[in-house]
């Protein structure tokens, strides 16, 4: 069995967690999912970035520094052997009290998984639209703190026999996918919507936009019958190229496959 991080120490047990805690009653809490590969975390910057924004969202009182979290990133993957796999943080707060806590102390779990995803040319994916609920374009939905509509965009896309489903804001634009964030090339011009919408602020999102000319825009659903190219990104698979959405099919995978070859370099490289 794996040796997991919790509260400041290596350890083989969960058994002193109060399943009662704050994170379970209250959904107070956050994740964050990151790509290990070649023994080492890919784009740690960006998933400090995102760590340090949902802690300063939720207010919580964290006790943890990006040097420190990277030393406990760097010691479970030692001690895991973990080559290639994925390390998974979770932070809640551990205080009583209701909907107003008696204080912000937080606790801090990460555990790890031996994963074969090194960064390949991804096959191409279908997606649908998700028109039941619509997430809120506030800060809250661009950090990993509440993903019920993406489990019920995922059930739904799976009964539909999609791969994903595209997910849209108050406003009904396009934000992101249950699991990725979303990129349309439009006359060899890379478009995706902006956080102020509602996206994930995605770890791989970001390293995209400081590698690549990409350009933020509020996006409509007029838009699939104007675009060349989908693709899709998270932390995990790098870039994922799209071939249907709906019923309108697409067949150039060029933009993504191209980018996705800079992600495999980077990886390498680390």
Do not use: W
């Not at 070649?38 to 207010?59: M, P, S, T």
């Not at 001690?79 to 390390?87: C, E, K, M, P, T």
């Amino acid at each position: 069995m794996n040796k997991f991080f919790f509260d400041g120490k290596l350890t083989d047990s969960f058994s002193n967690i109060n399943v009662l805690n704050r994170g379970f009653k209250y959904n107070d809490s956050f994740f964050e999912t990151i790509h290990v590969t070649n023994g080492k975390v890919f784009n740690i910057k960006n998933h400090l970035h995102r760590i340090k924004k949902a802690i300063d969202i939720l207010k919580f009182d964290f006790k943890y520094n990006n040097n420190q979290l990277t030393k406990i990133f760097n010691d479970l993957i030692s001690v895991n052997n973990l080559r290639n796999g994925v390390l998974r943080l979770y932070v809640f707060r551990n205080s009583g009290g209701k909907y107003l806590p008696n204080n912000n102390d937080t606790s801090l779990i990460i555990n790890s998984n031996h994963l074969n995803c090194s960064f390949k040319i991804n096959s191409p994916k279908k997606l649908c639209i998700y028109r039941a609920e619509f997430k809120s374009n506030n800060l809250l939905s661009n950090i990993k703190a509440n993903s019920i509509i993406s489990v019920l965009s995922s059930i739904h896309a799976s009964e539909m026999n999609f791969d994903s489903a595209i997910l849209l804001n108050n406003n009904n634009k396009i934000i992101e996918t249950s699991n990725s964030n979303i990129f349309f090339v439009i006359n060899h011009k890379i478009i995706t919507p902006p956080v102020k919408d509602g996206c994930i602020d995605g770890t791989m999102r970001r390293l995209l936009m400081s590698l690549f000319n990409i350009e933020e825009r509020s996006i409509s659903l007029n838009i699939f019958t104007e675009i060349d190219e989908v693709f899709i990104s998270n932390s995990i698979s790098g870039v994922i190229p799209i071939k249907k959405i709906d019923h309108i099919d697409y067949h150039n995978f060029s933009y993504c496959n191209n980018i996705q070859k800079k992600i495999i370099s980077l990886s390498l490289d680390s």
